[in-house]
């Protein structure tokens, strides 16, 4: 399905990189449920997760300028692909207000490329 072991490995390390993302959103939540944003945003561990979450958008901004517009929306998508879009959208959900979130155009055109997908569109991560 995927090729060659080095195209597998650069999948599996892809999806990786948008997990570490995604925990690093989710646990930042988390936090600031118990305590406060300021009480916890500014410490060495918010700094921390803050970075790993930039650094990862612009990792997965640079993966999906790969596709150059041309997304695979129409065939199953990889690990990869599937990680990174759940990692933008919950990002868009609690972090687009925040002016440290990196703008990432080729990301934002490869997640609502997915979209055409029963599969992500329908798991969106939405407030109710």
């Keep these: 399905l995927l090729g060659s072991p080095e ?3 650069g999948v599996l390390s892809r ?3 948008a997990v570490g993302g995604i925990d690093a959103s989710v646990t930042t939540i988390i936090t600031r ?3 406060a944003p300021a009480l916890f ?3 060495p561990v918010g700094l921390r997760r803050r970075r790993t979450m930039i650094e990862t958008q612009r990792r997965l901004e640079e993966f999906a300028c790969n596709f150059n517009g041309q997304y695979p929306s129409d065939k199953a998508p990889t690990l990869d692909i599937i990680c990174a879009v759940v990692l933008y959208d919950y990002q868009q959900l609690r972090y687009a207000d925040q002016g440290w979130l990196p703008q990432t155009p ?3 055109g490869l997640a609502e490329a997915m979209r055409i ?3 992500f569109a329908e798991t969106m991560p939405r407030i109710v």
């Design 106 to 108: 080729a990301l934002k």
């Design 117 to 119: 997908r029963p599969s």
């Design 15 to 17: 999806a990786g990189v």
């Design 33 to 35: 449920k118990v305590t």
């Design 41 to 43: 945003d500014e410490t």
């Design 7 to 9: 195209k597998a490995a």
